[in-house]
């Protein structure tokens, strides 16, 4: 199975491990990730801020590219960025905004192309692979965190139930994990204030984290590397806000599926983590 790829920033920067992870899962669940040449920053998390131009055509530039490179499906492991492209793709279908964009970017653009997020990925090309790969059962009660991007706006992502998603929930089930109930599947973490305003980074991050170690989570689970970041990173922060520091680690879905299928930690990217991560 061939798909085309497009890692995004983060994925080739501050979150080097899902990158590992997902490259290293593909690889042995047989899907072949093919790079969109010369990708560009998706300009998330700051230019739909600046520039509602500048939001467009950076996520449009990235489109016309995979489909100049004839891909017709891409997936987008960064919640934020399959978001921009996603919205930028919903946008692009008014006439105006689509003429202006593709006159800014100096490419042709059809919009014909399918965006998918590393989940739905799992969900259509690999359930019954992973099922069948798994030799170390990820036997941990765990709390899925979905946050704010992978599932909003609801109206364009068409993705999962808004306020309690299951996709991520039925593929720990699936490697032989327990997903607990609980109240912060969706809310953020502040991820777009994680150096402007860390204190406020550190109250949202603090409330996940308290409502997880209340209902005894091992880990929390998560596909995107700006809720990961702002969890694990963000740490000593955090627990200065808690009256019980916390010290559960925080890893990617495909990182679980990994050690499910035997991958090593050093191939999933996990000795990188600022928590340390024992399970």
Same mark, same amino acid.
Request: charge should be neutral.
């Given at each position: 199975?061939?798909?085309?790829?497009?890692?995004?920033?983060?994925?080739?920067?501050?979150?080097?491990?899902?990158?590992? $992870?997902?490259?290293?899962?593909?690889?042995?669940?047989?899907?072949?990730?093919?790079?969109?040449?010369?990708?560009?920053?998706?300009?998330? %998390?700051?230019? #739909? $801020?600046?520039?509602? *131009?500048?939001?467009?055509?950076?996520?449009?530039?990235?489109?016309?590219?995979?489909?100049?490179?004839?891909?017709?499906?891409?997936?987008?492991?960064? @919640?934020?960025?399959?978001?921009?492209?996603?919205?930028?793709? #919903?946008?692009?279908?008014?006439?105006?905004?689509?003429?202006?964009? %593709?006159?800014?970017?100096?490419?042709?653009?059809?919009?014909?192309?399918?965006?998918?997020?590393?989940?739905?990925?799992?969900? %259509?090309?690999?359930?019954?692979?992973?099922?069948?790969?798994?030799?170390?059962?990820?036997?941990?009660?765990?709390?899925?965190?979905?946050?704010?991007?992978?599932?909003?706006? #609801?109206?364009?992502?068409?993705?999962?139930?808004?306020?309690?998603?299951?996709?991520?929930?039925?593929?720990?089930?699936?490697?032989?994990?327990?997903?607990?109930?609980?109240?912060?599947?969706? *809310?953020?973490?502040?991820?777009?204030?994680?150096?402007?305003?860390?204190?406020?980074? @550190?109250?949202?991050?603090?409330?996940?984290?308290?409502?997880?170690? *209340?209902?005894?989570?091992?880990?929390?689970?998560?596909?995107?590397?700006?809720?990961?970041?702002?969890?694990?990173?963000?740490?000593?922060?955090?627990?200065?806000?808690?009256?019980?520091?916390?010290?559960?680690?925080?890893?990617?879905?495909?990182?679980?599926?990994?050690?499910?299928?035997?991958?090593?930690?050093? *191939?999933?990217?996990?000795?990188? #983590?600022?928590?340390?991560?024992?399970?």
């Amino acid at each position: 199975m061939k798909i085309g790829f497009y890692p995004g920033c983060s994925l080739k920067g501050s979150s080097r491990e899902y990158n590992e $992870s997902v490259v290293a899962i593909a690889k042995a669940l047989d899907i072949e990730l093919v790079e969109i040449k010369d990708w560009n920053c998706c300009g998330a %998390t700051a230019a #739909h $801020s600046m520039s509602e *131009e500048l939001s467009l055509s950076l996520p449009a530039r990235i489109l016309a590219l995979a489909e100049a490179q004839g891909l017709k499906e891409v997936v987008v492991p960064c @919640a934020a960025c399959y978001n921009r492209l996603m919205v930028t793709q #919903h946008e692009l279908k008014d006439n105006n905004k689509r003429e202006r964009v %593709t006159d800014i970017i100096k490419m042709p653009y059809n919009g014909d192309l399918k965006i998918i997020n590393v989940l739905q990925m799992l969900e %259509t090309y690999a359930m019954d692979k992973i099922q069948e790969k798994v030799t170390k059962p990820f036997a941990h009660k765990v709390a899925c965190y979905y946050g704010c991007l992978l599932i909003r706006p #609801h109206k364009i992502l068409q993705f999962d139930r808004v306020e309690d998603p299951q996709s991520m929930d039925a593929m720990v089930k699936l490697i032989g994990g327990t997903p607990i109930s609980w109240a912060f599947k969706t *809310e953020c973490c502040g991820a777009g204030l994680s150096v402007s305003r860390t204190d406020l980074v @550190a109250k949202l991050s603090g409330n996940i984290l308290k409502d997880a170690a *209340e209902r005894d989570a091992k880990a929390i689970i998560v596909a995107c590397p700006m809720c990961q970041s702002n969890l694990d990173m963000r740490r000593g922060a955090i627990n200065e806000t808690l009256s019980n520091p916390s010290d559960i680690p925080v890893i990617f879905i495909t990182q679980a599926i990994g050690l499910a299928l035997g991958l090593s930690p050093k *191939e999933l990217g996990l000795e990188r #983590h600022f928590v340390n991560v024992k399970l």
